[in-house]
């Protein structure tokens, strides 16, 4: 089983990118997803978590209004649209698979995690 996160990279300040995050081995229509960041030296934080359903997208207060995250099951694939991009959100990004049917901001409910894709916004 594995997630391979991908759409990371170097961007400006105010611009924007789509994180994928595709799933191979198993299939996650049941899971809820999630998408967590991580700068070193700190703590993994939460980004956006989605329920297996595509419903109930939920965001951490620093991202919302400018990220928007949505699932294609029959692509096995969740996704991360981030605009509006700050220098603070420059960091490791993690997409997960919960064992839960919802999302949630908890790391402790992701039991698969991706292997992480870098985004630097440059300022």
């Known amino acids: 089983v594995q997630l391979q996160a991908s759409g990371g990279g170097l961007v400006q300040t105010g611009g924007s990118l789509r994180l994928s995050c595709a799933a191979s081995?198993?299939?996650?229509?049941?899971?809820?997803m999630g998408w967590f960041r991580q700068i070193p030296g700190k703590e993994r934080e939460f980004v956006a978590s989605i329920n297996w359903n595509g419903g109930s997208p939920y965001y951490a207060d620093s991202v919302k209004g400018r990220f928007a995250i949505s699932r294609d099951n029959a692509r096995n694939t969740v996704y991360l649209l981030m605009n509006s991009l700050q220098p603070e959100d420059t960091a490791v990004y993690y997409c997960a698979a919960s064992r839960y049917a919802s999302g949630s901001s908890q790391a402790a409910s992701y039991t698969n995690w991706g292997q992480g894709t870098l985004v630097t916004v440059s300022s």
């Open positions: 081995g198993r299939r996650f229509s049941n899971n809820g």
